[in-house]
């Protein structure tokens, strides 16, 4: 009597399908060839054009200038520094609560049916372009600021924060609730079983199981607020301002966010397009000058993606 299995060898066994999955293969590991080599070719040339840049530019007057002008040949990157801060925290100030929020209720508390329309609408809104969002600050956001704040100049960047805080919204709402819809039912059940009313089973059971989802979710957020340009450039202006720099106690130095959300501005990103769009030669120190503020935000955002992987790697939970 035989000791094996009876187990049915359900795998197509023939040389035309494995001639297919053979060459499906080799155009899957090809696309992902393709993705690494363009990776490697942007890292390379942002290393090899900025390492130019400080062959000729103080790398520590590049990190610790005031002053950014390119027709001067000044790049000091403090101030587009400080306007980047102040734009991505506004923003995440936010579109990470309200999108959290909107998760929650998305996943917890709407019917499917209201589900099913209110989801696809947050996705047309995530696919509106970001110069429209820009139009919209300028012509409609920045008058209503006006009337809290009647010194405001039609340029600035909390209108600009604000928009892109709005446009990010349906990143945070869509990535969470895809992260709260994978958790089990068993777990809500299981709450509902002990006595736990929909909203502790929300907070207290359904939040910390997707928090990974959620935490890669606000990671994208702050990247892509990091990364926006065309509302900045619309809406902020052109002018990459020093905000003055207190003292907290006499002792503490620090910049009030008002100084530099009321006022126009330059984050890295639209500085890179008003650089590019002046008279710029390749070769000139501004040209080059590109490069270093590519750099810049190329090393952010790998850090920001690194941190993310980790917090999901950390936070995940296997069902």
């Given at each position: 009597?035989?000791?094996?299995?009876?187990?049915?060898?359900?795998?197509?066994?023939?040389?035309?399908?494995?001639?297919?999955?053979?060459?499906?293969?080799?155009?899957?590991?090809?696309?992902?060839?393709?993705?690494?080599?363009?990776?490697?070719?942007?890292?390379?040339?942002?290393?090899?054009?900025?390492?130019?840049?400080?062959?000729?530019?103080?790398?520590?007057?590049?990190?610790?200038?005031?002053?950014?002008?390119?027709s001067a040949e000044l790049f000091g990157i403090v101030p587009l520094v400080i306007a980047t801060l102040a734009v991505t925290i506004t923003a995440g100030l936010i579109a990470l609560p309200v999108g959290t929020l909107t998760a929650i209720y998305l996943s917890e508390y709407a019917r499917p049916r209201t589900r099913a329309i209110l989801k696809p609408l947050l996705e047309i809104l995530a696919g509106v372009p970001t110069i429209v969002y820009g139009i919209f600050a300028l012509i409609y956001v920045t008058p209503a600021l006006q009337l809290l704040f009647p010194s405001l100049p039609t340029f600035n960047l909390l209108s600009a924060s604000l928009m892109i805080g709005i446009m990010t919204i349906p990143m945070v709402s869509s990535i969470s609730e895809d992260a709260m819809s994978a958790v089990p039912d068993d777990l809500r059940r299981a709450g509902y079983g002990l006595g736990a009313t929909k909203y502790e089973v929300s907070t207290g059971i359904v939040l910390p199981a997707s928090l990974s989802g959620i935490a890669s979710s606000y990671i994208l957020a702050v990247s892509r607020a990091i990364g926006e340009t065309m509302i900045i450039a619309v809406a902020a202006g052109t002018l990459a301002t020093m905000p003055p720099v207190?003292?907290?106690?006499?002792?503490?130095?620090?910049?009030?966010?008002?100084?530099?959300?009321?006022?126009?501005?330059?984050?890295?990103?639209?500085?890179?397009?008003?650089?590019?769009?002046?008279?710029?030669?390749?070769?000139?120190?501004?040209?080059?000058?590109?490069?270093?503020?590519?750099?810049?935000?190329?090393?952010?955002?790998?850090?920001?993606?690194?941190?993310?992987?980790v917090i999901a790697e950390r936070y995940r939970e296997e069902y």
């Open positions: 009597m035989s000791t094996e299995p009876d187990v049915p060898d359900l795998t197509r066994d023939d040389r035309l399908s494995d001639l297919t999955e053979s060459g499906w293969s080799s155009f899957f590991v090809a696309c992902a060839a393709v993705t690494l080599l363009t990776t490697i070719t942007i890292s390379a040339m942002l290393l090899y054009r900025s390492g130019q840049f400080f062959a000729e530019y103080s790398i520590v007057e590049f990190l610790t200038g005031t002053t950014f002008r390119a207190r003292e907290a106690g006499g002792v503490v130095p620090y910049v009030h966010p008002g100084d530099v959300l009321l006022e126009p501005g330059m984050t890295i990103t639209s500085a890179m397009v008003h650089t590019r769009g002046g008279e710029l030669t390749g070769g000139s120190l501004a040209y080059d000058a590109l490069f270093a503020l590519g750099i810049t935000l190329f090393v952010v955002t790998l850090t920001l993606n690194v941190v993310s992987d």
